[in-house]
C-alpha cells in the first residue's frame, strides 16, 4: 500500500473512531432519538436523526480541513441540496454515510455503522466501515488487503466452497421505496431467488454491514436496488480486498468498450461477470463473497443469481 493509500486510511479510521463515540452515546439515550427524528420527503419509512446530521457535519469539516482539494459526497448532504445529483469527477472524493441502518439505530437495533470510502477515479480506493455498538471496525485499502479489528478477511477460515446457488446464504432489502412498482418487484425477486431453493434469505438493514458480512464470509451474496453510492463505496473496497467480487445488475456499458467480455472458459457463452466496473451511482449492487473453487464459480453463482433480478427504474445518484 503506497504511503499516500495509508495517509487517507488513517485519517479515516481516526474520524470514524470519534463518530462512532457519538453514535453509540446517542444510541443509548433513547429519549434524545425519540425527540429528534424527522423523516425524509414525507416518507414515514426513510427516517433521520440529529445525530445523522450532526456526524456528517463533523465528518466533513474534519476531511475538509485535512484534505482540503477533496471533494465530499454526503447522504445528508445530498438531502439537504433536495437530493441533487451526485458530482463525481476523477478527483479524490470521499463518500459518506454518517449512520447506515437508521431505521436501525431508531429502533434500537444493533445492526448500524459509520461508513467512510474515499474514491479516486471513480474508484473505491479507501473503506472503513465502523459499527460503534458491536465494536467492529472494518478496514480496507486498494491492494493492502481487508481487515475486521486488524484480522485479515474473510474471517471464516479455511475459505468456504459454494458448489450451487442452492447451497447459499443471500442478503437482501426491502429499502424504503414502498411504491407498488417497487414493491412488487422486489418481492417477486424474492420469490424467485428463495424458491430456487436457497438455505435461506437474510437482511440486516445496512448495505454496509451487508457487504461486510458477504466480505466475513458468513454469507454468500447480497443484492439490492435502490441504495446510493454512501451506502456501498467503503463497502465495495472492504469486498473486494477480501477477494469477494462487487457488480451491478446488469453487464457494464461503455461507449469506448464492448458491451460484453467472454470468460476464458471453453464456454463462449460465459459472459465476463466478475471483472465489469461498477458503476457506483447506479442504484443496484451484487456481490459475492471470496470461494474456495475461485473466480469461475464466483461468475457462474452471480450469473444465477442475475437470472432472478426483476429491475425497474430508479434515478441514478
Same mark, same amino acid.
Given at each position: 500500500?503506497?504511503?499516500?493509500?495509508?495517509?487517507?486510511?488513517?485519517?479515516?479510521?481516526?474520524?470514524?473512531?470519534?463518530?462512532?463515540?457519538?453514535?453509540?452515546?446517542?444510541?443509548?439515550?433513547?429519549?434524545?432519538?425519540?425527540?429528534?427524528?424527522?423523516?425524509?420527503?414525507?416518507?414515514?419509512?426513510?427516517?433521520?436523526?440529529?445525530? /445523522?446530521?450532526?456526524?456528517?457535519?463533523?465528518?466533513?469539516?474534519?476531511?475538509?480541513?485535512?484534505?482540503?482539494?477533496?471533494?465530499?459526497?454526503?447522504?445528508?448532504?445530498?438531502?439537504?441540496?433536495?437530493?441533487?445529483?451526485?458530482?463525481?469527477? /476523477?478527483? +479524490?472524493?470521499?463518500?459518506?454515510? +454518517?449512520?447506515?441502518?437508521?431505521?436501525?439505530?431508531?429502533?434500537?437495533?444493533?445492526?448500524?455503522?459509520?461508513?467512510?470510502?474515499?474514491?479516486?477515479?471513480?474508484?473505491?480506493?479507501?473503506?472503513?466501515?465502523?459499527?460503534?455498538?458491536?465494536?467492529?471496525?472494518?478496514?480496507?485499502?486498494?491492494?493492502?488487503?481487508?481487515?475486521?479489528?486488524?484480522?485479515?478477511?474473510?474471517?471464516?477460515? +479455511?475459505?468456504?466452497?459454494?458448489?450451487?446457488?442452492?447451497?447459499?446464504?443471500?442478503?437482501?432489502?426491502?429499502?424504503?421505496?414502498?411504491?407498488?412498482?417497487?414493491?412488487?418487484?422486489?418481492?417477486?425477486?424474492?420469490?424467485?431467488?428463495?424458491?430456487? +431453493?436457497?438455505?435461506?434469505?437474510?437482511?440486516?438493514?445496512?448495505?454496509?454491514?451487508?457487504?461486510?458480512?458477504?466480505?466475513?464470509?458468513?454469507?454468500?451474496?447480497?443484492?439490492?436496488?435502490?441504495?446510493?453510492?454512501?451506502?456501498?463505496?467503503?463497502?465495495?473496497?472492504?469486498?473486494?480486498?477480501?477477494?469477494?467480487?462487487?457488480?451491478?445488475?446488469?453487464?457494464? &456499458?461503455?461507449?469506448?468498450?464492448? /458491451?460484453?467480455?467472454?470468460?476464458?472458459?471453453?464456454?463462449?457463452?460465459?459472459?465476463?461477470?466478475?471483472?465489469? &466496473?461498477? /458503476?457506483?451511482?447506479?442504484?443496484?449492487?451484487?456481490?459475492?463473497?471470496?470461494?474456495?473453487?475461485?473466480?469461475?464459480?464466483?461468475?457462474?453463482?452471480?450469473?444465477?443469481?442475475?437470472?432472478?433480478?426483476?429491475?425497474?427504474?430508479?434515478?441514478?445518484?
Amino acid at each position: 500500500m503506497s504511503s499516500e493509500y495509508q495517509q487517507y486510511l488513517d485519517e479515516a479510521v481516526k474520524i470514524a473512531k470519534i463518530a462512532g463515540k457519538i453514535i453509540k452515546e446517542s444510541f443509548e439515550n433513547r429519549q434524545f432519538i425519540s425527540e429528534n427524528l424527522n423523516i425524509k420527503q414525507n416518507n414515514s419509512s426513510d427516517l433521520v436523526t440529529a445525530t /445523522d446530521q450532526y456526524v456528517e457535519k463533523m465528518v466533513k469539516s474534519h476531511l475538509n480541513k485535512t484534505f482540503p482539494t477533496h471533494s465530499f459526497i454526503g447522504e445528508e448532504t445530498t438531502a439537504a441540496n433536495n437530493n441533487a445529483s451526485c458530482n463525481l469527477t /476523477d478527483e +479524490p472524493t470521499w463518500c459518506i454515510d +454518517p449512520i447506515d441502518g437508521t431505521t436501525n439505530f431508531v429502533h434500537g437495533l444493533p445492526f448500524i455503522c459509520i461508513s467512510i470510502g474515499l474514491l479516486i477515479k471513480k474508484e473505491p480506493v479507501i473503506g472503513v466501515i465502523f459499527n460503534p455498538i458491536l465494536n467492529d471496525l472494518y478496514t480496507a485499502s486498494k491492494n493492502g488487503g481487508a481487515f475486521l479489528n486488524g484480522k485479515p478477511l474473510p474471517t471464516i477460515r +479455511p475459505i468456504q466452497p459454494l458448489e450451487t446457488l442452492e447451497k447459499s446464504l443471500i442478503i437482501t432489502e426491502y429499502g424504503a421505496n414502498r411504491s407498488e412498482e417497487s414493491i412488487k418487484a422486489k418481492l417477486d425477486t424474492l420469490h424467485d431467488v428463495i424458491s430456487y +431453493p436457497v438455505h435461506g434469505i437474510r437482511s440486516f438493514g445496512s448495505a454496509a454491514i451487508n457487504m461486510c458480512y458477504v466480505a466475513r464470509g458468513s454469507c454468500d451474496a447480497y443484492y439490492e436496488i435502490g441504495i446510493h453510492a454512501w451506502d456501498v463505496c467503503a463497502a465495495t473496497c472492504i469486498l473486494r480486498e477480501s477477494g469477494g467480487v462487487v457488480v451491478g445488475w446488469k453487464p457494464y &456499458k461503455s461507449t469506448t468498450e464492448p /458491451d460484453k467480455k467472454k470468460l476464458k472458459t471453453g464456454n463462449e457463452e460465459d459472459i465476463d461477470i466478475i471483472n465489469e &466496473k461498477f /458503476d457506483i451511482l447506479n442504484r443496484h449492487v451484487l456481490c459475492i463473497r471470496q470461494l474456495a473453487e475461485g473466480p469461475k464459480k464466483q461468475n457462474e453463482i452471480l450469473a444465477e443469481i442475475r437470472k432472478r433480478l426483476i429491475d425497474f427504474e430508479t434515478e441514478r445518484d
